[in-house]
């Protein structure tokens, strides 16, 4: 269970997390819903220990991991996956080895990388793919590569950064299938950062949306039509809901 | 006029905590080094393989030009038999350690600066963390360590190559013959000419490989930041070695 308790964080000038409490409990995927810039992908650092808070605390399975010594938090992050927004493949490694970093690193021997690599890839439907590099993908498969690399360490949690930004609407959509799928082959834990409100309807169980640092709702993805909150009709309206 | 004065003492201050800071974790992540090889070699690949041709063109034009200017200098109160331990004074003391240290600082410590920088900005160094890998241990230790290998292999290298051209330019222009250019090295060679030079080059090699890491590893605003960053490691880098080589020169060569 993830457990972020009353979160404070400023960068600059700004308060970016003002109070932020949120509990994300085990086998559920919550979606984090927001306009650009109100401090989605912050929160989402912050659950992985890439943050710091500035005051408040992120209880991981038990453990404050703002509190904790790094090898601490190392061995906490195993617990995780995570899809950057952009992918953050390594540009001079092919797609095997970006998906295979993390257990090479951990050390594991060569036949079980190999396999739980292609499994991992197979995953994502990208057979095939482990002898190309990043710069020889399109969008939607770097996408998909991030997300096979953070599955193939099996972890506990998977925490996606926006993850349809910047695709075409088909091409978000596989992905969104693709999230769902885990979802239910896996079921794993999941938080999904987003300001597609459609992509949260179809991939998550709870919804929270987060305004100006606060979360404003937290519901179960049934109840999103009950909300009278301006800012969630605003995306209701706009994603042609209501 | 204060407030640039303080401005420029806060940001001295600041360089100087960051680069602090970077070298201790690097030096904690020794302890993994097992885990290095792999990276290390990578990087001493980049660092001194892939550095040899410039290398090679920036040593054998500068010992042809030292060969030709000693020549002109000592041509009217000294025997030219002095041609080939002046050159290779100048070369070891030197000409080597500086001009190869400055032409690694423009083609490595921009390399380093620049990777490292865009890893920062595309959240790869991020992506490193999240996978529980240290990214000092994966990332900086190699290249600082493959600085501090390889700038003295290639200074070596660059002093051989140095004094070679050194000698075919004084048979060719100067018309000394090459065993006579070769026993003047001989006849006043120093060891502590050679390994003075050899101690500058590791300094030389950890500032640039330390500085192009250290303004990568914290690269901030997109591509403005990573080709600020590439700048500022160059600068400072060809700074630092300037004032190091004099600083190391008075330390080895002052007595």
Same mark, same amino acid.
């Given at each position: 269970?993830?457990?972020?308790?009353?979160?404070?964080?400023?960068?600059?000038?700004? #308060?970016?997390?003002?109070?932020?409490?949120?509990?994300?409990?085990?086998?559920?995927?919550?979606? $984090?819903?927001?306009?650009?810039? !109100?401090?989605?992908?912050?929160?989402?650092?912050?659950? %992985?220990?890439? !943050?710091?808070?500035?005051?408040?605390?992120?209880?991981?399975?038990?453990?404050?991991?703002?509190?904790?010594?790094?090898?601490?938090?190392?061995?906490?992050?195993?617990?995780?996956?995570?899809?950057?927004?952009?992918?953050?493949?390594?540009?001079?490694?092919?797609?095997?080895?970006?998906? /295979?970093?993390? &257990?090479?690193?951990?050390?594991?021997?060569?036949?079980?990388?190999?396999?739980?690599?292609?499994?991992?890839?197979?995953?994502?439907?990208? #057979?095939?793919?482990?002898?190309?590099?990043?710069?020889?993908?399109?969008?939607?498969? !770097?996408?998909?590569?991030?997300?096979?690399?953070?599955?193939?360490?099996?972890?506990?949690?998977?925490?996606?950064?926006?993850?349809?930004?910047?695709?075409?609407?088909?091409?978000?959509?596989?992905?969104?299938?693709?999230?769902?799928?885990?979802?239910?082959?896996?079921?794993?834990?999941?938080?999904? +950062?987003?300001?597609?409100?459609?992509?949260?309807?179809?991939?998550?169980?709870?919804?929270?949306?987060?305004?100006?640092?606060?979360?404003?709702?937290?519901?179960?993805?049934?109840?999103?039509?009950?909300?009278?909150?301006? #800012?969630?009709?605003?995306?209701?309206?706009?994603?042609? @809901?209501? | 006029?204060?407030?640039?004065? $303080?401005?420029?003492?806060?940001?001295?201050?600041?360089?100087?905590?960051?680069?602090?800071?970077?070298?201790?974790?690097?030096?904690?992540?020794?302890?993994?080094?097992?885990?290095?090889?792999?990276?290390?070699?990578?990087?001493?690949?980049?660092?001194?393989?892939?550095?040899?041709?410039?290398?090679?063109?920036?040593?054998?034009?500068?010992? !042809?030009?030292?060969?030709?200017?000693?020549?002109?200098?000592?041509?009217?109160?000294?025997?030219?038999?002095? &041609?080939?331990?002046?050159?290779?004074?100048?070369?070891?003391?030197?000409?080597?350690?500086?001009?190869?240290?400055?032409?690694?600082?423009?083609?490595?410590?921009?390399?380093?600066?620049?990777?490292?920088?865009?890893?920062?900005?595309?959240?790869?160094?991020?992506?490193?963390?999240?996978?529980?890998?240290?990214?000092?241990?994966?990332?900086?230790?190699?290249?600082?360590?493959?600085?501090?290998?390889?700038?003295?292999?290639?200074?070596?290298?660059?002093?051989?190559?140095?004094?070679?051209?050194? /000698?075919?330019?004084?048979?060719?222009?100067?018309?000394?013959?090459?065993?006579?250019?070769?026993?003047?090295?001989?006849?006043?060679?120093?060891?502590?000419?050679?390994?003075?030079?050899?101690?500058?080059?590791?300094?030389?090699?950890?500032? +640039?490989? @330390?500085?192009?890491?250290?303004?990568?590893?914290?690269?901030?605003?997109?591509?403005?930041?990573?080709?600020?960053?590439?700048?500022?490691?160059? %600068?400072?880098?060809?700074?630092?070695?300037?004032?190091?080589?004099?600083?190391?020169?008075?330390?080895?060569?002052?007595?």
């Amino acid at each position: 269970m993830i457990e972020i308790r009353d979160i404070h964080k400023r960068l600059g000038d700004k #308060e970016v997390l003002r109070g932020i409490s949120l509990t994300i409990n085990e086998g559920e995927t919550v979606a $984090i819903l927001g306009r650009s810039g !109100m401090g989605k992908s912050v929160l989402l650092k912050h659950i %992985v220990g890439l !943050m710091k808070p500035d005051s408040g605390q992120v209880i991981v399975d038990g453990v404050d991991i703002t509190r904790v010594k790094r090898k601490k938090l190392f061995e906490i992050r195993r617990l995780f996956g995570f899809v950057f927004q952009n992918s953050a493949l390594f540009d001079s490694f092919t797609v095997w080895k970006n998906v /295979a970093l993390p &257990l090479i690193e951990a050390g594991y021997d060569i036949e079980t990388i190999d396999m739980r690599v292609k499994k991992a890839l197979s995953m994502v439907n990208l #057979e095939g793919t482990e002898d190309l590099y990043p710069a020889e993908l399109s969008g939607g498969m !770097m996408k998909r590569v991030g997300i096979a690399r953070a599955l193939v360490g099996d972890p506990k949690y998977l925490l996606y950064d926006e993850p349809t930004a910047g695709l075409d609407p088909v091409i978000a959509d596989r992905i969104n299938d693709q999230i769902l799928y885990l979802k239910e082959y896996l079921k794993k834990t999941a938080v999904v +950062v987003t300001h597609d409100l459609r992509s949260a309807l179809k991939i998550s169980d709870k919804i929270a949306l987060l305004t100006d640092g606060v979360i404003v709702t937290f519901i179960r993805k049934e109840e999103i039509f009950q909300v009278e909150h301006p #800012e969630m009709r605003q995306f209701l309206k706009a994603s042609g @809901l209501s | 006029m204060l407030d640039a004065l $303080i401005n420029f003492v806060s940001e001295v201050l600041e360089l100087l905590g960051g680069v602090s800071d970077l070298t201790v974790k690097s030096i904690r992540s020794l302890r993994d080094i097992k885990k290095i090889p792999g990276p290390l070699l990578e990087q001493m690949n980049n660092f001194g393989v892939n550095s040899v041709p410039i290398v090679l063109f920036t040593s054998v034009f500068t010992g !042809m030009v030292t060969a030709v200017q000693i020549a002109y200098q000592i041509r009217d109160y000294a025997p030219l038999d002095l &041609l080939g331990a002046g050159v290779a004074k100048m070369v070891m003391m030197e000409l080597g350690p500086v001009l190869t240290a400055l032409v690694i600082a423009g083609r490595m410590g921009a390399g380093i600066a620049a990777e490292l920088g865009t890893m920062r900005v595309t959240e790869q160094i991020d992506a490193l963390e999240c996978m529980a890998i240290d990214p000092i241990r994966y990332l900086v230790l190699p290249r600082i360590l493959s600085g501090i290998i390889m700038v003295p292999i290639l200074t070596v290298f660059a002093i051989t190559v140095a004094i070679t051209g050194a /000698a075919f330019v004084s048979n060719v222009v100067v018309d000394l013959d090459y065993t006579t250019f070769f026993q003047g090295i001989k006849l006043y060679f120093v060891p502590k000419d050679l390994y003075g030079g050899l101690i500058k080059s590791i300094f030389f090699g950890l500032i +640039v490989s @330390l500085m192009g890491s250290y303004y990568g590893y914290y690269a901030k605003g997109g591509a403005t930041g990573v080709g600020k960053a590439t700048t500022q490691a160059v %600068v400072s880098s060809s700074l630092l070695i300037l004032l190091m080589d004099y600083v190391l020169g008075v330390f080895l060569f002052g007595k």
